[in-house]
C-alpha cells in the first residue's frame, strides 16, 4: 500500500477542510502544499504569482510537491488547484500516494469561488472560471486513482466516501 494519500482538485471542493479531517481519523500527518510553497518562497501565492508569473509559480509548485511527496510519510496532502500541470510533481506524488480526485460540477463551484485571485488560483491571461475548470477536469481525471464525487455531499458524507474507496 502506498504511504500518503493526495487530494487533488479545483480550488474551493475542500481539499484542506477534508483533508485536515481525513488526517485525524487515519491518524496521519496533515500537509498543505499550498503552505509548503508559502513557506519555501516566503511569500503569498498571490505575491508569488503577481512577481514571477506563472510560470515561475509552477516551477515553486513543482519543487515543493517533489519534496512533499519524497519526505511525507503516512500524511494526508492537500495539494494546489494547479499540481496537474507539475508533471514531475504529480509523477513523485503518485508514486508515494494514492491520488483522490474531489470532484464538484461547474455550478457549484462557482457558486462558492468569488475571489480566484485572492486565493492564489493560477489563471493565465483572459481565463476565467469556465475556461481554467474545463482545461483542468481532464487532468484531475488522468492522475486520479480514486474519483469522489462531492454534489450534494457534506463534508462527512465526503469523507465517508473517501475511507470506504480507500479500503477497496
Known amino acids: 500500500m502506498k504511504r500518503n494519500i493526495v487530494l487533488i482538485g479545483m480550488p474551493g471542493v475542500g481539499k484542506s477542510t477534508v483533508g485536515v479531517i481525513l488526517a485525524k481519523v487515519l491518524g496521519y500527518q496533515f500537509i498543505d502544499a499550498d503552505l509548503v510553497i508559502q513557506e519555501r518562497e516566503n511569500r503569498l501565492l498571490r505575491e508569488i504569482i503577481a512577481q514571477d508569473g506563472l510560470e515561475g509559480f509552477l516551477k515553486a509548485e513543482e519543487k515543493a510537491n517533489i519534496q512533499v511527496a519524497e519526505e511525507a510519510k503516512k500524511a494526508v496532502i492537500a495539494t494546489g ?18 491520488i483522490v480526485y474531489l470532484k ?37 481525471e488522468k492522475y486520479a486513482d480514486i474519483t469522489v464525487d462531492e454534489k450534494n455531499l457534506d463534508v462527512e458524507e465526503t469523507l465517508q466516501k473517501i475511507v470506504e474507496r480507500l479500503k477497496q
Open 104 to 140: 464538484l460540477d461547474y455550478d457549484t463551484l462557482d457558486k462558492r469561488l468569488c475571489n480566484l485571485k485572492g486565493r492564489g488560483v493560477v489563471l493565465k491571461d483572459g481565463q476565467d472560471l469556465r475556461g481554467l475548470y474545463d482545461e483542468r477536469i481532464p487532468l484531475y
Open 81 to 98: 488547484g494547479s499540481v496537474v500541470y507539475c508533471e514531475q510533481a504529480m509523477q513523485h506524488l503518485s508514486g508515494t500516494g494514492q
